[in-house]
């Protein structure tokens, strides 16, 4: 029989139950038991050999008791302990900001003031935190949340971001200047207020010399106004021109070489710039070549050797037509250019002379004054520098008559038959007789048609430019209104002399005219339907040039100033 049962069997039942109850005792619940120390597996834990005391089916279970029972006694809390000891627990998250708040310093922080206390009774302070670790952390959180934010800065585009490093480098420029002591370089004149300085010399007569004021390039001018010199290198063309403007007679100029160089001598319009031989240009160069409208021909013989002399003639014959010949050292090579017509009226022309990109810089006297008289005068011409009375120009009107030239030669065949002319080349037709043998469809002649004929007769305009010159449309059939659109602002204006002196007219039909300002209603909205939507009037580009020459920061010609003058006087003077 083995121990258990035997000391069972000699054990009373009150004995027992004393026995039960001790064991009781010595396993109380895991609340009241204190932890004990953790004890290795030893072999004095287990019981010895023969002990039945945890085999008795009698004893009772703890209740949530969930271990084997080994040894005879409940083992959960030491079974949670190893189990803890052996499984790792995983860390509390901490953001960013509260790590670095946490494990800065405190000497690395400026401390923050003491807050004041709040009195009681006092709503308290709003935190938005989440007062991690025991404390307010918004201080905290808003410097993590400025490093961590994008800041968004606005959009420059690049090239103003070029422009303003350009500034930059000028500011730190002038500074450095400045610093250094350096007095600053003298101001260039005003073109604007050189020009209301030389308004009595461009109006009025006087004596023959260099223009200070048309000049392009770095060319420097003696006291007198006679000589001229490049202080640059020709890299690009340079030039200036001369006064008088002549608009009639037979004069000559002649330019002297003081040192070897390559230009060109000629004649031009106000309007031309210095350094270019447009349309209204005509000049002889020093590669024997006749220059005009951008275009070169060969003529007469090269020169540009110190000494050589050229001449430079212009004559007006009847009719408005003109002559330009040239001479080389006295030897006349003929006439290089023939133009005008009594249907083109020829412009005033004024000296001009051009230094070519290729070659030394030029240096030359002006010959044509009594001072210095001309090498190799011409037969039947007279010096430049005694220029009559009736043969002279004032710049104004030179500048006038060379801009009206310059639309009128821009205005085609195509232009005139839409009505698509300025408003200063339209006058209106009134009061015209009811009707004509002469301008009837039986004899092939339109009235439209015979009023043209008769306003070009007026104007002695030859017949093979009628088409190009004029254009009559009446503004309904059977009216007694017609619309005429001319080529040339001049012949309008010549139109409406002639009516207010009462001599327009042929044979016992006399006609009236007036300028579109004073025109009915009726013609000027007749007129904007022929014209159309599309149809932009010509103006004075005026703003344009401002902003070109104020962009390339260079001063604005001298003719473009007087015709901007001259459009503001016609545009005062005009009826509203």
Request: net charge neutral.
């Amino acid at each position: 029989m083995p121990a258990g049962q035997r000391l069972r069997a000699a054990l009373k039942p009150p004995e027992v139950e004393t026995l039960r109850a001790e064991r009781r005792a010595i396993i109380r619940p895991r609340e009241e038991v204190e932890e004990p120390p953790r004890r290795k597996r030893t072999a004095e834990l287990r019981p010895a050999a023969g002990d039945g005391e945890g085999d008795t089916e009698d004893d009772v279970l703890p209740e949530g008791c969930r271990c084997l029972r080994r040894h005879g006694r409940c083992t959960c809390q030491e079974d949670q302990e190893w189990l803890d000891s052996k499984r790792t627990r995983p860390a509390k998250y901490t953001p960013p900001h509260a790590r670095r708040a946490v494990l800065q310093p405190a000497s690395a922080t400026p401390a923050a003031p003491a807050a004041p206390a709040e009195p009681p009774g006092a709503e308290p302070s709003k935190c938005s935190c989440l007062r991690r670790h025991g404390r307010c952390t918004c201080q905290a959180d808003d410097r993590w949340l400025q490093k961590k934010r994008r800041c968004l800065a606005p959009y420059v585009p690049p090239f103003r971001k070029t422009r303003e490093s350009e500034l930059e480098k000028k500011r730190q420029e002038i500074a450095a200047k400045a610093e250094e002591g350096e007095p600053p370089p003298p101001l260039a004149p005003n073109m604007r207020t050189l020009a209301r300085r030389w308004a009595p010399q461009l109006e009025n007569i006087g004596r023959f010399r260099f223009n200070p004021l048309q000049i392009e390039g770095s060319i420097l001018l003696d006291e007198p106004g006679t000589e001229a010199e490049c202080t640059e290198s020709a890299f690009r063309c340079q030039g200036l021109k001369a006064l008088p403007v002549v608009q009639s007679g037979s004069y000559q100029f002649e330019v002297e070489l003081l040192r070897s160089c390559q230009l060109a001598v000629g004649w031009s319009g106000a309007m031309s710039l210095a350094t270019a031989w447009d349309h209204q240009a005509f000049g002889y160069s020093s590669d024997a070549r006749a220059i005009h409208n951008g275009e070169a021909e060969d003529f007469g013989l090269p020169f540009g050797q110190a000494g050589d002399i050229v001449g430079a003639t212009v004559r007006w014959a009847k009719g408005s037509q003109v002559a330009i010949s040239f001479a080389l050292n006295g030897r006349d090579l003929g006439v290089a250019f023939e133009f005008g017509s009594e249907a083109e009226g020829a412009i005033p022309l004024q000296p001009q002379v051009t230094q070519s990109a290729s070659g030394l810089p030029l240096h030359v006297r002006l010959r044509g004054m009594p001072d210095s008289p001309l090498a190799f005068p011409q037969a039947g011409t007279r010096p430049l520098g005694a220029v009559l009375d009736s043969d002279f120009c004032p710049f104004s009107r030179a500048v006038s008559e060379a801009s009206t030239e310059r639309v009128a030669a821009s205005i085609t065949e195509d232009q005139l038959q839409a009505f698509h002319v300025p408003d200063s080349h339209v006058v209106e037709l009134y009061d015209l007789p009811e009707g004509s043998s002469r301008g009837s469809p039986e004899n092939g002649c339109t009235r439209s048609r015979w009023l043209a004929s008769c306003l070009a007769q007026q104007l002695s305009l030859p017949k093979s430019s009628w088409p190009s010159a004029i254009c009559v449309r009446e503004t309904s059939e059977g009216a007694s209104t017609a619309v005429v659109a001319l080529r040339r602002a001049t012949h309008a204006r010549e139109l409406l002399t002639r009516a207010a002196e009462g001599t327009l007219g042929s044979g016992d039909t006399f006609l009236q005219v007036r300028a579109l300002t004073s025109a009915t209603a009726a013609t000027r909205e007749r007129l904007r339907e022929w014209r159309g939507a599309e149809f932009r009037p010509q103006t004075v580009p005026t703003a344009a040039r401002r902003l070109i020459h104020g962009s390339l920061q260079s001063q604005i010609p001298l003719a473009h100033l007087v015709e901007e003058k001259n459009s503001t006087r016609i545009a005062a003077r005009s009826p509203q």
